[in-house]
């Protein structure tokens, strides 16, 4: 009788400079999970990165990669264009994915790799790591305990230079499917959506350029419409002088704000105002330590393979996240949760 594994064989699909600095050292700092393969466009490039942090296994071949019997489950971290063939040479031989956000370019390729990797039994889950911070899980706890009262209004922003990216495709609609919106206005969303447990019913956006088919735009504002009624907005860009996000969340009873709120592996500060008599506010600060997000994870990740439940992020919320910003993209509308 074979002794159950107790760690998850990870291959990386698009082995580029933020999966070596952030995705390969979060697998391996993983106690149930570890890192056996990679893959980049070059076997020769590939073979050099494996070589210098000791993989096992390189490809240039995302196929052969994933047909490997070492390899129980992969993470793409490739270019958005990427994510979906990618995605469904996985399931097709069995191997669960963690894709990162976005999960495709558009809500018919999302669809079709949730049908696929439901169809082979295969576990899919969307890289949002932000539903793994403490500081996120703290305010949606304050908030469905009415600690602040009834939400009316939130707000998260999210720009950084994106000159300093190594990604020369950011702006390249055929590669990206949209900027800012689909690159970091998708945490804003995702991280709305999981601290209000609401759904967006409208959206309208300002784009700056306007995208064409080939450019994406490069600073865009959303207005968001929840059921419950609170109003949201997003402000995201990639022309700014610096890195900044913030998320505030305001209830008739009181306010909830975080700066910083995307960043892990350090100690962040939560802001509660509370109502007073309307002219003086009770302020409350509260220090929360977060931890590697990507560890947290990949952990995660792993622990539902191996205990076979259900995962933490499964693909139903990278498509809901891909309805709302795929009619962002067009200046807004009503969204579809059929």
């Not at 942090?53 to 019997?69: G, N, T, Y």
């Not at 800012?180 to 945490?187: A, E």
């Amino acid at each position: 009788m074979s002794t159950p594994r107790t760690t998850v064989r990870y291959g990386i699909i698009g082995f580029g400079s933020f999966a070596e600095r952030a995705i390969a050292p979060a697998i391996r700092a993983s106690a149930n999970s570890e890192l056996v393969a990679i893959q980049k466009r070059s076997r020769s490039a590939a073979r050099e990165k494996a070589s210098s942090h000791s993989i096992p296994l390189a490809f240039d071949s995302v196929d052969e990669l994933v047909k490997h019997p070492d390899v129980d489950a992969v993470f793409i971290v490739s270019a958005n264009s990427a994510h979906y063939k990618e995605t469904l040479a996985a399931a097709r031989v069995g191997k669960h994915v963690l894709v990162e956000k976005p999960m495709a370019m558009n809500v018919r390729e999302v669809e079709d790799v949730i049908e696929a990797c439901s169809r082979t039994k295969v576990k899919l889950m969307v890289g949002h790591m932000l539903r793994f911070s403490p500081l996120v899980r703290r305010m949606q706890e304050m908030i469905r305990s009415g600690g602040i009262g009834r939400i009316s209004l939130a707000r998260a922003e999210y720009i950084y230079d994106a000159r300093l990216s190594r990604r020369s495709w950011l702006t390249d609609r055929t590669i990206a499917g949209g900027g800012p919106i689909y690159d970091v206005g998708i945490h804003c969303l995702d991280t709305l959506r999981f601290v209000l447990d609401d759904e967006v019913i409208s959206v309208k956006s300002h784009l700056n350029p306007g995208p064409t088919g080939t450019t994406t735009e490069k600073t865009a504002s959303l207005s968001l419409e929840f059921s419950r009624g609170t109003v949201a907005s997003i402000l995201c860009s990639f022309e700014a002088p610096m890195r900044r996000s913030h998320i505030e969340i305001v209830g008739t009873e009181g306010i909830l704000s975080a700066p910083d709120f995307t960043l892990g592996d350090r100690t962040l500060m939560l802001e509660k105002s509370m109502r007073t008599d309307g002219t003086t506010v009770d302020l409350h600060r509260e220090e929360i330590d977060v931890p590697n997000l990507y560890v947290e994870e990949v952990t995660s990740f792993s622990s539902s393979i191996l205990s076979d439940t259900d995962v933490a992020v499964p693909g139903s919320v990278g498509l809901m996240n891909q309805r709302v910003l795929e009619i962002a993209l067009t200046g807004g509308g009503v969204i579809s949760h059929s």
